[in-house]
């Protein structure tokens, strides 16, 4: 079993703190949502964890296994088995999605992985994803719609099989089909070998992805945790009763734009080991 601890987490942009002392607690074989209104950091927490250079950490620690990680470049971070899906994937034009994967993961585990169980692997996750018999020479992301996209991001998960996913709104953009094939696939892999933090505001993605937690996020917190139970009481009165049941005023914040490129997750040439 492995363990992911955010403790007492501050992180600002600029002169706005938005991350305002988060605790939190990952293991593998387990499944947590993060739910919220706009703006209460919730995007800002999964880019954090991985090591965007955006935000500047000015209070708290990241616990990998009880090591602080937060002097880990992203490289870095992916290799002890970090994985962020984007909430709006970037094209790369002039890379195929197989050569992506495959420097990836020979990026992250340090291994060379044979063509042979590369495209068997491969062609069995785009199977389970039903996605297209040609994407894998097709650039990455390039001309995709909204949803193929979100399904990339999940097949890239299946290859490089982390340890902790954070999957950052992966259902914006999935019709009724798509979301249960990507709930699916992300559920499938659920073990003691894969945890996931999952970022979204719609019940429907629950349904597929059955968290054993659920968090409720409001001004760069985690005011409330609970069950199932908290996602129909999201679902059907919103966060008004937070206000009424924990005393807490709701910010209103300016929505939190997507989050930066996090830099080259392949070689990071400042890191700090080098």
Same mark, same amino acid.
């Given at each position: ?21 988060? @605790? ?18 919730? /995007? ?11 935000? &500047? ?6 616990? !990998? ?45 340090? #291994? ?12 069995? $996750? ?17 001309? !995709? ?10 097949? &890239? ?14 259902? /914006? ?29 719609? #019940? ?31 679902? &059907? ?26 830099? /080259?997750? $392949? ?5 700090? @080991?080098?």
């Amino acid at each position: 079993m492995d363990i992911l601890e955010i403790k007492n987490l501050h992180a600002r942009v600029e002169e706005k703190e938005i991350l305002k002392g988060v @605790n939190l607690t990952l293991k593998t074989n387990e499944i947590h949502a993060i739910m919220g209104p706009n703006g209460t950091g919730k /995007s800002t927490l999964s880019s954090v964890i991985m090591g965007s250079p955006r935000y &500047q950490v000015t209070e708290g620690e990241i616990l !990998f296994n009880g090591k602080n990680i937060m002097d880990l470049a992203v490289d870095e971070r992916a290799r002890l088995g970090l994985f962020l899906a984007y909430q709006n994937p970037i094209e790369v034009p002039g890379v195929t999605n197989s050569d992506f994967i495959r420097t990836a993961l020979k990026s992250t585990t340090g #291994e060379n992985v044979s063509l042979f169980k590369f495209i068997k692997e491969f062609d069995k $996750a785009t199977t389970e994803l039903k996605m297209p018999d040609d994407l894998a020479h097709r650039y990455l992301n390039e001309g !995709f719609s909204g949803g193929e996209k979100k399904r990339n991001e999940i097949l &890239q998960m299946k290859m490089l099989k982390p340890k902790f996913a954070i999957l950052d709104e992966i259902d /914006s953009g999935l019709d009724v089909d798509a979301l249960r094939i990507v709930g699916e696939n992300v559920y499938n892999m659920k073990g003691e070998n894969f945890g996931c933090l999952l970022i979204t505001h719609y #019940e429907r993605l629950l349904d597929y992805i059955i968290p054993d937690y659920v968090h409720v996020m409001i001004n760069g917190k985690i005011v409330k945790t609970g069950g199932r139970e908290l996602i129909q009481k999201i679902d &059907q009165n919103g966060y008004d009763w937070v206000k009424e049941e924990l005393g807490i005023e709701i910010e209103k914040e300016e929505a939190e734009k997507t989050h930066a490129i996090l830099g /080259s997750c $392949a070689h990071n040439p400042k890191s700090k @080991n080098e």
